[in-house]
């Protein structure tokens, strides 16, 4: 079945420190990829999205990259804010499929 | 713009006790989703709805029912609560369409003793 595999973390880094979250994906075909963000106490929100290969979805200074050769969608982005800790999720979709599947989440703490 | 609304935020159950969950959706979105969130786990799926009268189960469905009869709402049942139904849960809507984004709700804690 498709699956998620990120980093886990928890994560901490300084202010304007360049931020690499990794996600690599396993799935039949061509599914859709995504990006979510969670801050504290808060429900999940869509960070980024990318559908097809080659697609860099970008919001908020992140940006992620398809890669179906090396089925990854790295997270990254080159100056963090302390604004920017919280818990990162990537995930995705098959088709029309309700189905989003998630990896486990990564905690970041940013320090000023 | 309510989007997702879950109710309640928190809540204690004892061993055995049953309760509903509610989940509100006022943006005429079609899908509607349960997950549940564990440390170390991520997001794991419970059940889901692709619309008024059809519901199907996600991958951890034992100890819950749900229902879907209006599109505005999903509710979630615990039939007999269970220390391991102990999480944070969390609903989710998003449109028919493939690749659209889901919003959710800011999540209901469930502490189970």
């Known amino acids: 079945g498709n699956s998620v595999t990120q980093m886990e973390g928890p994560v901490t880094l300084s202010e304007e420190a360049f931020l690499t979250i990794n996600c690599t994906y396993t799935?039949?075909?061509?599914?859709?990829l995504f990006w979510y963000v969670q801050y504290p106490g808060e429900g999940l929100q869509l960070l980024l999205k990318a559908t097809k290969a080659d697609d860099k979805g970008s919001n908020k200074g992140f940006e992620a990259t398809y890669r179906k050769e090396t089925t990854s969608f790295h997270l990254e982005k080159g100056s963090v804010q302390v604004s920017d800790s919280a818990v990162y999720f990537c995930a995705l979709t098959q088709g029309g499929s309700e189905k989003l599947v998630f990896g486990k989440g990564m905690k970041l703490t940013v320090n000023p | 713009n309510a989007g997702v609304t879950q109710t309640p935020k928190f809540q204690v159950l004892k061993t055995g006790q049953s309760m509903t969950l509610q989940c509100a959706q006022d943006?005429?979105?079609?899908?509607m989703s349960w997950y549940r969130q564990d440390p170390g786990m991520g997001l794991r799926l419970i059940h889901y709805s692709v619309g008024a009268g059809i519901t199907d189960q996600g991958e951890v469905p034992n100890g819950y029912n749900v229902s879907r009869s209006t599109t505005e709402d999903f509710p979630l049942r615990l039939l007999s609560a269970a220390p391991s139904q102990t999480s944070v849960y969390f609903c989710a809507s998003r449109l028919r369409e493939p690749n659209t984004e889901a919003f959710f709700g800011q999540g209901t804690r469930l502490t189970v003793v």
């Open positions: 943006m005429n979105h079609e899908y």
């Open positions: 799935a039949t075909g061509y599914p859709s």
